[in-house]
């Protein structure tokens, strides 16, 4: 059974290598990895957000995404705001509350796990993690501010951008942060060794 198993993924690798398959196989991982956790996050998600500690990571960051985005739409765009705990109200305008599902804690965790499974080196997964929750942080609000500026000044398209614009930007950053991993760390390319090996099965 093993040597089945060996000889299927020796083939496999030399089909691979014959088509220059490398980054149709490192993209099937990253989807394998991103629409798993998607799916079942999707069937635990109450059970997630209610474990230990999650409703404390997410309550801290809530927190943290209401004070930056608030800063920012005050100090930097010059919004009149006025606020009721996470909520931003826009006089005559409407509201945006900041809410658990508004921490990004799904996407930190959808980040954590991709990054354990995806192959690279662990030396440089210790720092990237992190910085990838950062980034995702900062994306987050970017997302907030970014739908303060269409409630002021497009609030018809407020729920259209909320669903279609901001919510899938989360995907694109993740995607490119994968990217920047796969072809800076963990991409494998092939010794001269590996190419002949590659040129005489072609």
């Known amino acids: 059974m093993a040597f089945k198993f060996n000889n299927i993924r ?7 290598r014959r088509y220059h398959l490398y980054a149709f196989r490192e993209a099937m991982i990253f989807s394998a990895i991103t629409l798993g956790f998607h799916f079942l996050f999707r069937a635990f998600a109450a059970e997630i957000m209610r474990t230990w500690p999650v409703p404390l ?6 927190d943290l995404l209401f004070r930056n985005s608030l800063w920012l739409n005050v100090h930097v765009l010059g919004m009149d705001i006025t606020t009721v705990d996470t909520t931003l109200f826009f006089p005559e305008c409407g509201f945006i509350h900041i809410n658990q599902s508004c921490s990004a804690v799904k996407q ?4 954590l ?8 080196p662990w030396k440089h997964k210790l720092w990237y993690i ?3 929750i950062f980034i995702l942080h900062l994306t987050n609000i970017f997302r907030i501010v970014g739908l303060s500026v269409v409630l002021l000044n497009w609030p018809a398209y407020w729920n259209w951008s909320h669903d279609w614009v901001f919510r899938p930007f989360f995907y694109v950053v993740i995607f490119a942060m994968w990217v920047f991993w796969s072809e800076r ?6 010794s001269k060794k590996d190419a002949g090996k590659s ?4």
């Open 113 to 120: 796990v991709l990054m354990i499974l995806y192959p690279g």
């Open 108 to 111: 930190f965790m959808q980040w």
């Open 130 to 132: 992190p910085a990838g």
């Open 199 to 202: 040129a005489k099965i072609t």
């Open 57 to 62: 990571i997410s309550e801290f960051t809530v």
């Open 10 to 16: 020796t083939r496999l690798d030399q089909f691979i």
């Open 185 to 190: 760390f963990s991409g494998k390319k092939l």
